[in-house]
C-alpha cells in the first residue's frame, strides 16, 4: 500500500490513480481529519463480490468443496445448466 499525504496527493494525482489502477496497489491518503484510502475499480468490484458471496448462505462451504474437487469429477463447462 502507498502511503502519502493531500497534499503529495494533490500534488501527483494523476501518476498515484495510474498506478493503483494498473498495479491494484491501495493508496492511504492521510489529512488532519483522517485517512482515505483509494483502490482501484478492479479491487473494489472484487471485494463487493466477495461480500456477496459471504452474504449467502453455506457459500463459504460450496466454494471449499468445490476448490477440493478434482478436475476429472467435475462437469464439462458445455454442459452445465446455467
Known amino acids: 500500500m502507498l ?4 497534499t503529495n496527493f494533490r500534488k501527483n494525482i494523476f501518476g498515484i490513480l495510474e498506478q493503483t489502477i494498473k498495479y491494484n496497489e491501495p ?4 489529512t488532519k481529519l483522517g485517512n482515505a484510502v483509494i483502490i482501484s475499480e478492479e ?8 461480500l456477496y458471496l459471504s452474504s ?3 457459500m463459504k462451504e ?3 468443496d468445490g476448490m477440493n474437487t ?5 462437469i464439462p463447462e458445455n454442459e452445465v445448466e446455467w
Not at 3 to 6: G, H, W
Not at 43 to 50: R, S, V
Request: aromatic content about 4%; glycine content about 4%.
Open 3 to 6: 502511503n502519502t499525504n493531500i
Open 27 to 30: 493508496v492511504n491518503i492521510s
Open 43 to 50: 479491487d473494489y468490484n472484487g471485494l463487493m463480490e466477495t
Open 56 to 58: 449467502i448462505p453455506n
Open 62 to 64: 460450496k466454494l471449499i
Open 70 to 74: 478434482p478436475l476429472d469429477e467435475c
